[in-house]
């Protein structure tokens, strides 16, 4: 009787390790990186030549679950902070014949669905580099962008700086996937009687 009850206890316990080892298991996360560039066809559109400058600062990067929940994008998973990622959205890259793509960041996500990113953009000011004589002078100049080779004055509009945009990203675990978004360059700038307003806009120009 007591070997019995000894295999019939020895018996429960594995079952009840089985099943608190199946229902403590937690998923491994998938991985998404997220790049932006501008949209080739604004290039003609607005007359984008070589050398033109639109800095825009980028951070408080969000991708989001329909019920709200959402998890920040930083450069890299091994960094728990938030940077600010300057890019001149108008450099043009002369190999690929079109906008030049930057790396935003990226992060780990739980195998759940995602479907909106939410990104803050601001203006960051046009860098001008002289040279007099053997010193190196550095102008920042504020609230300036440079079109079809001339600084002009640019506002940010008032309550936009939070672009966000749409996708369907159902994550698996171990997974690679790559975002790369739009910036709207012609939605997002309009003419004032002062030189132009922005209101950015992003789109998805696809997912891998």
Not at 53 to 77: A, M, Q
Request: charge should be negative; hydrophobic fraction near 35%; charged fraction near 25%.
């Amino acid at each position: 009787m007591k070997i019995r009850a000894v295999l019939s206890i020895m018996v429960v316990s594995a079952i009840m390790v089985i099943h608190c080892t199946r229902r403590f298991t937690t998923p491994e996360p998938g991985y998404l990186r997220v790049w932006i560039e501008g949209e080739t066809t604004d290039r003609d559109v607005l007359g984008i030549q070589p050398g033109d400058c639109l800095n825009l600062k980028i951070n408080n990067i969000r991708v989001f679950r329909e019920d709200g929940y959402h998890k920040p994008i930083y450069w890299s998973t091994d960094v728990f902070h938030d940077t600010d990622r300057v890019v001149n959205i108008f450099a043009w890259d002369t190999t690929e014949d079109k906008f030049k793509t930057y790396f935003l960041g990226e992060t780990d996500l739980p195998p759940q669905r995602f479907d909106t990113i939410k990104v803050t953009i601001n203006l960051s000011p046009y860098v001008e580099t002289t040279y007099v004589d053997t010193d190196t002078v550095v102008n920042y100049h504020y609230n300036v962008f440079k079109l079809g080779g001339h600084l002009l004055n640019i506002e940010l509009e008032w309550g936009t700086s939070v672009a966000k945009a749409s996708f369907d990203l159902q994550v698996e675990e171990h997974k690679y996937y790559d975002l790369y978004l739009y910036f709207d360059i012609d939605s997002s700038l309009s003419r004032t009687a002062e030189g132009y307003e922005i209101a950015p806009v992003i789109k998805v120009k696809s997912l891998e």
